[in-house]
């Protein structure tokens, strides 16, 4: 019974003893070796380096711009397709209207019809530019409102199937390069129904064996930009 005394103390002491390791190991106490808990959460894996653990990230707005557009301006960004292989997006405030994901994207022209007014989709379709028939497409463009735009993105090829119709009509949406669009061009173009002068918005790479990115194909384009809103749309 004596020796329960001494025991006591004795695991009293042992008790501190390995908190006060603990402690040093966690901590990185001198001469621990071991790396700081602050450490723990700021390396990276594997370790080598320590990087800031708040380090703020760049925002990003509406369909990934870096910057917001003003007010009563539509965000948008327009992505061609990757020669016949990554297919083309098409992103308005925010909404993906066409793309792989959504399944409603293939090879030629993709093209969506948006009110110029409310932003409002009014339809999304791809008109395939080398098997398929081309008045398909120019019953989809030929009857266009006032104050419709028109976004469009390539994907393969978007122009053997095209005739002198389809160019002029491109033409008078705003396109600079529609007349000269040829087969497995890139092309990334935003117009509109009854608009005065050339678009701002348009890209267009040749398909050329001495500049191509990819086998047989150009680069793959893309433009984002500010759409100011339409203030009548009949």
Request: aromatic residues 8%; positive net charge.
């Amino acid at each position: 019974m004596r020796l329960a005394g001494p025991l006591r103390i004795v695991a009293l002491v042992v008790s501190v003893g390995l908190t006060w390791i603990v402690a040093s190991i966690l901590l990185g106490g001198p001469g621990s070796g071991f790396p700081r808990i602050q450490q723990l959460f700021t390396s990276e894996w594997p370790p080598g380096r320590v990087v800031e653990a708040w380090a703020p990230r760049a925002r990003k707005y509406k369909c990934g711009l870096p910057q917001p557009c003003p007010e009563e301006h539509l965000a948008f960004r327009v992505v061609s397709g990757a020669a016949n292989v990554i297919g083309p997006k098409i992103c308005l405030e925010d909404k993906m209207l066409m793309s792989s994901v959504k399944d409603n994207v293939g090879r030629g022209l993709n093209i969506a019809l948006v009110n110029g007014v409310s932003g409002e989709l009014i339809e999304a379709r791809a008109f395939d530019m080398w098997a398929g028939d081309v008045n398909d497409l120019l019953k989809f463009i030929r009857p266009l409102h006032e104050g419709t735009l028109v976004f469009v993105a390539s994907y393969d090829d978007p122009a053997t199937k095209m005739n002198e119709e389809t160019r002029k009509l491109f033409s008078e949406l705003g396109s600079r390069n529609a007349k000269e669009l040829a087969f497995r061009d890139s092309w990334v173009f935003v117009g509109a129904k009854g608009v005065q002068n050339k678009s701002p918005f348009e890209q267009h790479v040749k398909n050329s064996k001495h500049t191509n990115k990819y086998e047989g194909w150009p680069e793959a384009l893309e433009m984002e930009g500010c759409i100011p809103r339409r203030s009548t749309a009949s």
